[in-house]
């Protein structure tokens, strides 16, 4: 399981190995666009697929409800939570000061070995460029920023983030396929750890920000995110009930 998924399932109690496999299989469809936002979610066909009975995939979709990812409305199928551009940019706006502080929190508390670490996730990113290969850049780009989140030392920033981020996936993946955006991004986290080894707080912070921001700005030249509220949701297009 992909380690966004994994820390995020984490914080649910009890959980079942197959309500795992099943949340993480409707999340991954959600992030590379199998599923887009207003999409159904027929917990029938689920079950049929998955081999098992319903509870476990009610269980599934409740938890990626709590992490915002589904929408599960009474009386109707669930379905992808659209998610509007006004809230893209609350998150961003958000997301750009807490990686702020987590460049700050490096520079100030980090051992030069941790800081370290982070040019193997740069080595995978630089092989992700050669093969034009745009997943594995995407989950390389993740497991960089959350090893930046645990080697700051501060727990609670690496909870907020993790589930700010998870909101926002599906935008995060598709932006990446924008002519020029990983080799850009890949220059960036160099220079980023090169500032990171050379302690320049200020630098650093610079940095993550225009990261992070340069990701917004690509989000909101995607036209098909800015379309998602002409779509509507599913109870809005149709009056078809379901037994959740």
Request: charge should be negative; aromatic fraction near 6%; hydrophobic fraction near 40%.
């Amino acid at each position: 399981m992909h380690s966004i998924f994994a820390n995020a399932l984490e914080r649910s109690a009890n959980l079942d190995s197959l309500v795992g496999s099943i949340a993480e299989w409707v999340g991954l469809a959600i992030i590379d666009g199998r599923l887009r936002p207003g999409d159904d979610l027929n917990s029938v066909a689920l079950s049929r697929q998955f081999k098992t009975s319903r509870t476990p995939v009610r269980e599934a979709l409740m938890l990626l409800e709590k992490e915002g990812l589904v929408t599960i409305p009474p009386r109707r199928r669930p379905y992808v939570t659209p998610i509007s551009l006004r809230e893209v940019r609350e998150i961003y706006q958000v997301r750009a000061h807490l990686y702020i502080l987590v460049a700050d929190l490096i520079v100030t508390q980090a051992s030069d070995e941790a800081i370290h670490t982070l040019w193997e996730h740069q080595a995978r990113l630089e092989e992700a460029v050669k093969n034009n290969d745009l997943d594995a850049y995407f989950w390389s780009n993740l497991s960089f920023r959350a090893t930046e989140a645990e080697i700051c030392g501060n727990l609670y920033l690496q909870q907020m983030l993790s589930s700010l981020g998870l909101r926002t996936l599906h935008l995060r993946h598709h932006t990446l396929s924008y002519p020029g955006r990983m080799e850009r991004s890949l220059k960036d986290h160099a220079r980023l750890i090169q500032a990171y080894e050379e302690r320049d707080s200020s630098l650093a912070q610079s940095l993550t920000r225009s990261l992070v921001l340069r990701g917004l700005a690509s989000i909101e030249q995607a036209e098909w995110v800015n379309g998602q509220s002409e779509r509507g949701t599913p109870a809005e297009r149709e009056e078809e009930s379901e037994e959740f």
